[in-house]
């Protein structure tokens, strides 16, 4: 019997052992990073957005093409009062996937109203726009002002019907062709962007308004809402739960050497804390008053996929950076105690000031990992990233 129990000892750890081997392998690692492939909506047509609750005509699919050659798949989302105002005229529009969607009312209502102001929304991994909890966090976003926050969604390349593999590069690529395209095709300025984004999404977005403030001709967006971040992949894969539940790396986890080791071999770093860091740096360094960055963190203390300590470290790496000495992580944590804004059940608030910006926490007691992406706390988030634009 010992026996026997030995072996399926062996047996298991052998199997494990198989499985991260396998994990190093890139084309799998991508599979568990991105799940790209996991659509979640199969067998559903993502060009009928219907499907998740729109009205008809509210959202318009359509492509966007990358300086690399790719075709995103993306959706034009219009707030409902704007749609309310403008419902004949929609109806009579084509439906599906448009060829143009320069000719498409949603976008001319964009564009023409010099008020009108857009989130640019990245989603985390796995699934398609229309998947789990993003079409209620559409609606959320456009809640604060539904006659002005216009949303536009992407899938990145190789999620839903949008083409290519996924990369760091190249999600990196994919957000800078949506941000080019509100700017420059939309004609939105900057001061009128919000960048909205949630678990990978927010690693995508940092760096993209990192990117953009390092161009020679620095551009701000007017702020950035980020839910369920984590600080790079390497701390992710101690604690990471697939589907919130099994902690794939939680054996090795406790042989620090080994965890360091395996993740030599990560491909996709994603090192958000570093680079928020450096994107805070770059903003305080900025001459002039004009250009001011806005940060807020949101995080669930139930978020079992992404625990809430990575929100901990995201935030004071980028506090850290917008002082020019530094701030340790115990200091910066009795600073919060004093000046943490409690809410009771809906957990606490805390803001961190400069002349150049605003970098804001918020921990939710409840929300879990997707479902607060819905929540109030990002409809207020939303309309405070706007700063004095909120109406
Ligand atoms: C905090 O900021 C200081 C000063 O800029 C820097 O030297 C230090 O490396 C930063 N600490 C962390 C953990 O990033």
């Not at 999600?171 to 062709?177: F, G, R, T, W």
């Not at 993740?263 to 770093?269: A, E, G, P, R, Y």
């Not at 090192?271 to 002039?288: H, I, N, Q, W, Y």
Request: glycine share 8%.
């Amino acid at each position: 019997m010992f026996r026997s129990a030995f072996y399926a000892c062996f047996a298991l750890t052998a199997l494990y052992a198989i499985f991260l081997g396998v994990l190093t392998i890139p084309f799998f690692q991508n599979q568990i990073i991105y799940l790209n492939r996991m659509t979640l909506t199969w067998f559903q047509d993502v060009n009928v957005p219907e499907q998740w609750g729109f009205l008809h005509n509210q959202v318009t699919p359509f492509h966007l093409p990358t300086e690399d050659g790719e075709t995103l798949h993306a959706w034009h989302i219009l707030p409902l009062q704007l749609y309310r105002h403008h419902e004949d005229e929609l109806l009579e529009e084509p439906s599906g996937l448009v060829p143009d969607i320069k000719n498409r009312l949603s976008f001319r209502l964009l564009r023409d109203d010099p008020s009108s102001l857009l989130v640019l929304y990245f989603h985390g991994a796995a699934g398609t726009l229309g998947s789990g909890w993003r079409p209620p966090s559409y609606r959320a976003i456009s809640a604060g002002a539904p006659d002005r926050i216009h949303t536009v969604a992407i899938d990145y390349r190789g999620f839903g019907a949008s083409t290519g593999v996924p990369s760091e590069e190249g999600l990196l690529k994919d957000a800078v062709a949506l941000g080019k395209w509100a700017m420059e095709e939309a004609g939105i300025p900057p001061s009128r962007i919000v960048l909205f984004a949630q678990s990978l999404g927010t690693a995508v977005s940092i760096s993209l308004a990192n990117h953009m403030a390092s161009s020679p001709d620095p551009i701000l967006f007017s702020g950035m809402v980020l839910v369920a971040p984590f600080a790079n992949v390497e701390l992710l894969t101690a604690t990471y739960r697939v589907a919130g539940i099994i902690p794939i790396l939680d054996p090795i986890a406790k042989i620090p050497r080994l965890l360091t080791w395996l993740n030599t071999f990560i491909l996709s770093k994603w090192p958000s804390k570093d680079t928020l860091a450096e994107f805070v740096r770059r903003c305080e360094g900025m001459a002039g008053d004009t250009l001011k960055y806005h940060i807020t963190i949101i995080h669930a203390e139930d978020d079992y996929d992404i625990p809430w300590s990575h929100s901990e470290q995201v935030f004071w790496h980028a506090v850290n950076a917008s002082s020019p000495n530094g701030v340790g992580y115990d200091e910066l944590e009795r600073d919060k105690e004093a000046s943490k804004v409690m809410r009771g059940a809906g957990g606490w608030a805390v803001d961190h000031r400069t002349a150049k910006g605003v970098i804001r926490e918020e921990i939710m007691k409840h929300g879990l990992h997707d479902r607060i992406m819905s929540y109030p706390v990002v409809s207020l988030a939303i309309m405070t990233a706007f700063g004095d634009l909120d109406c």
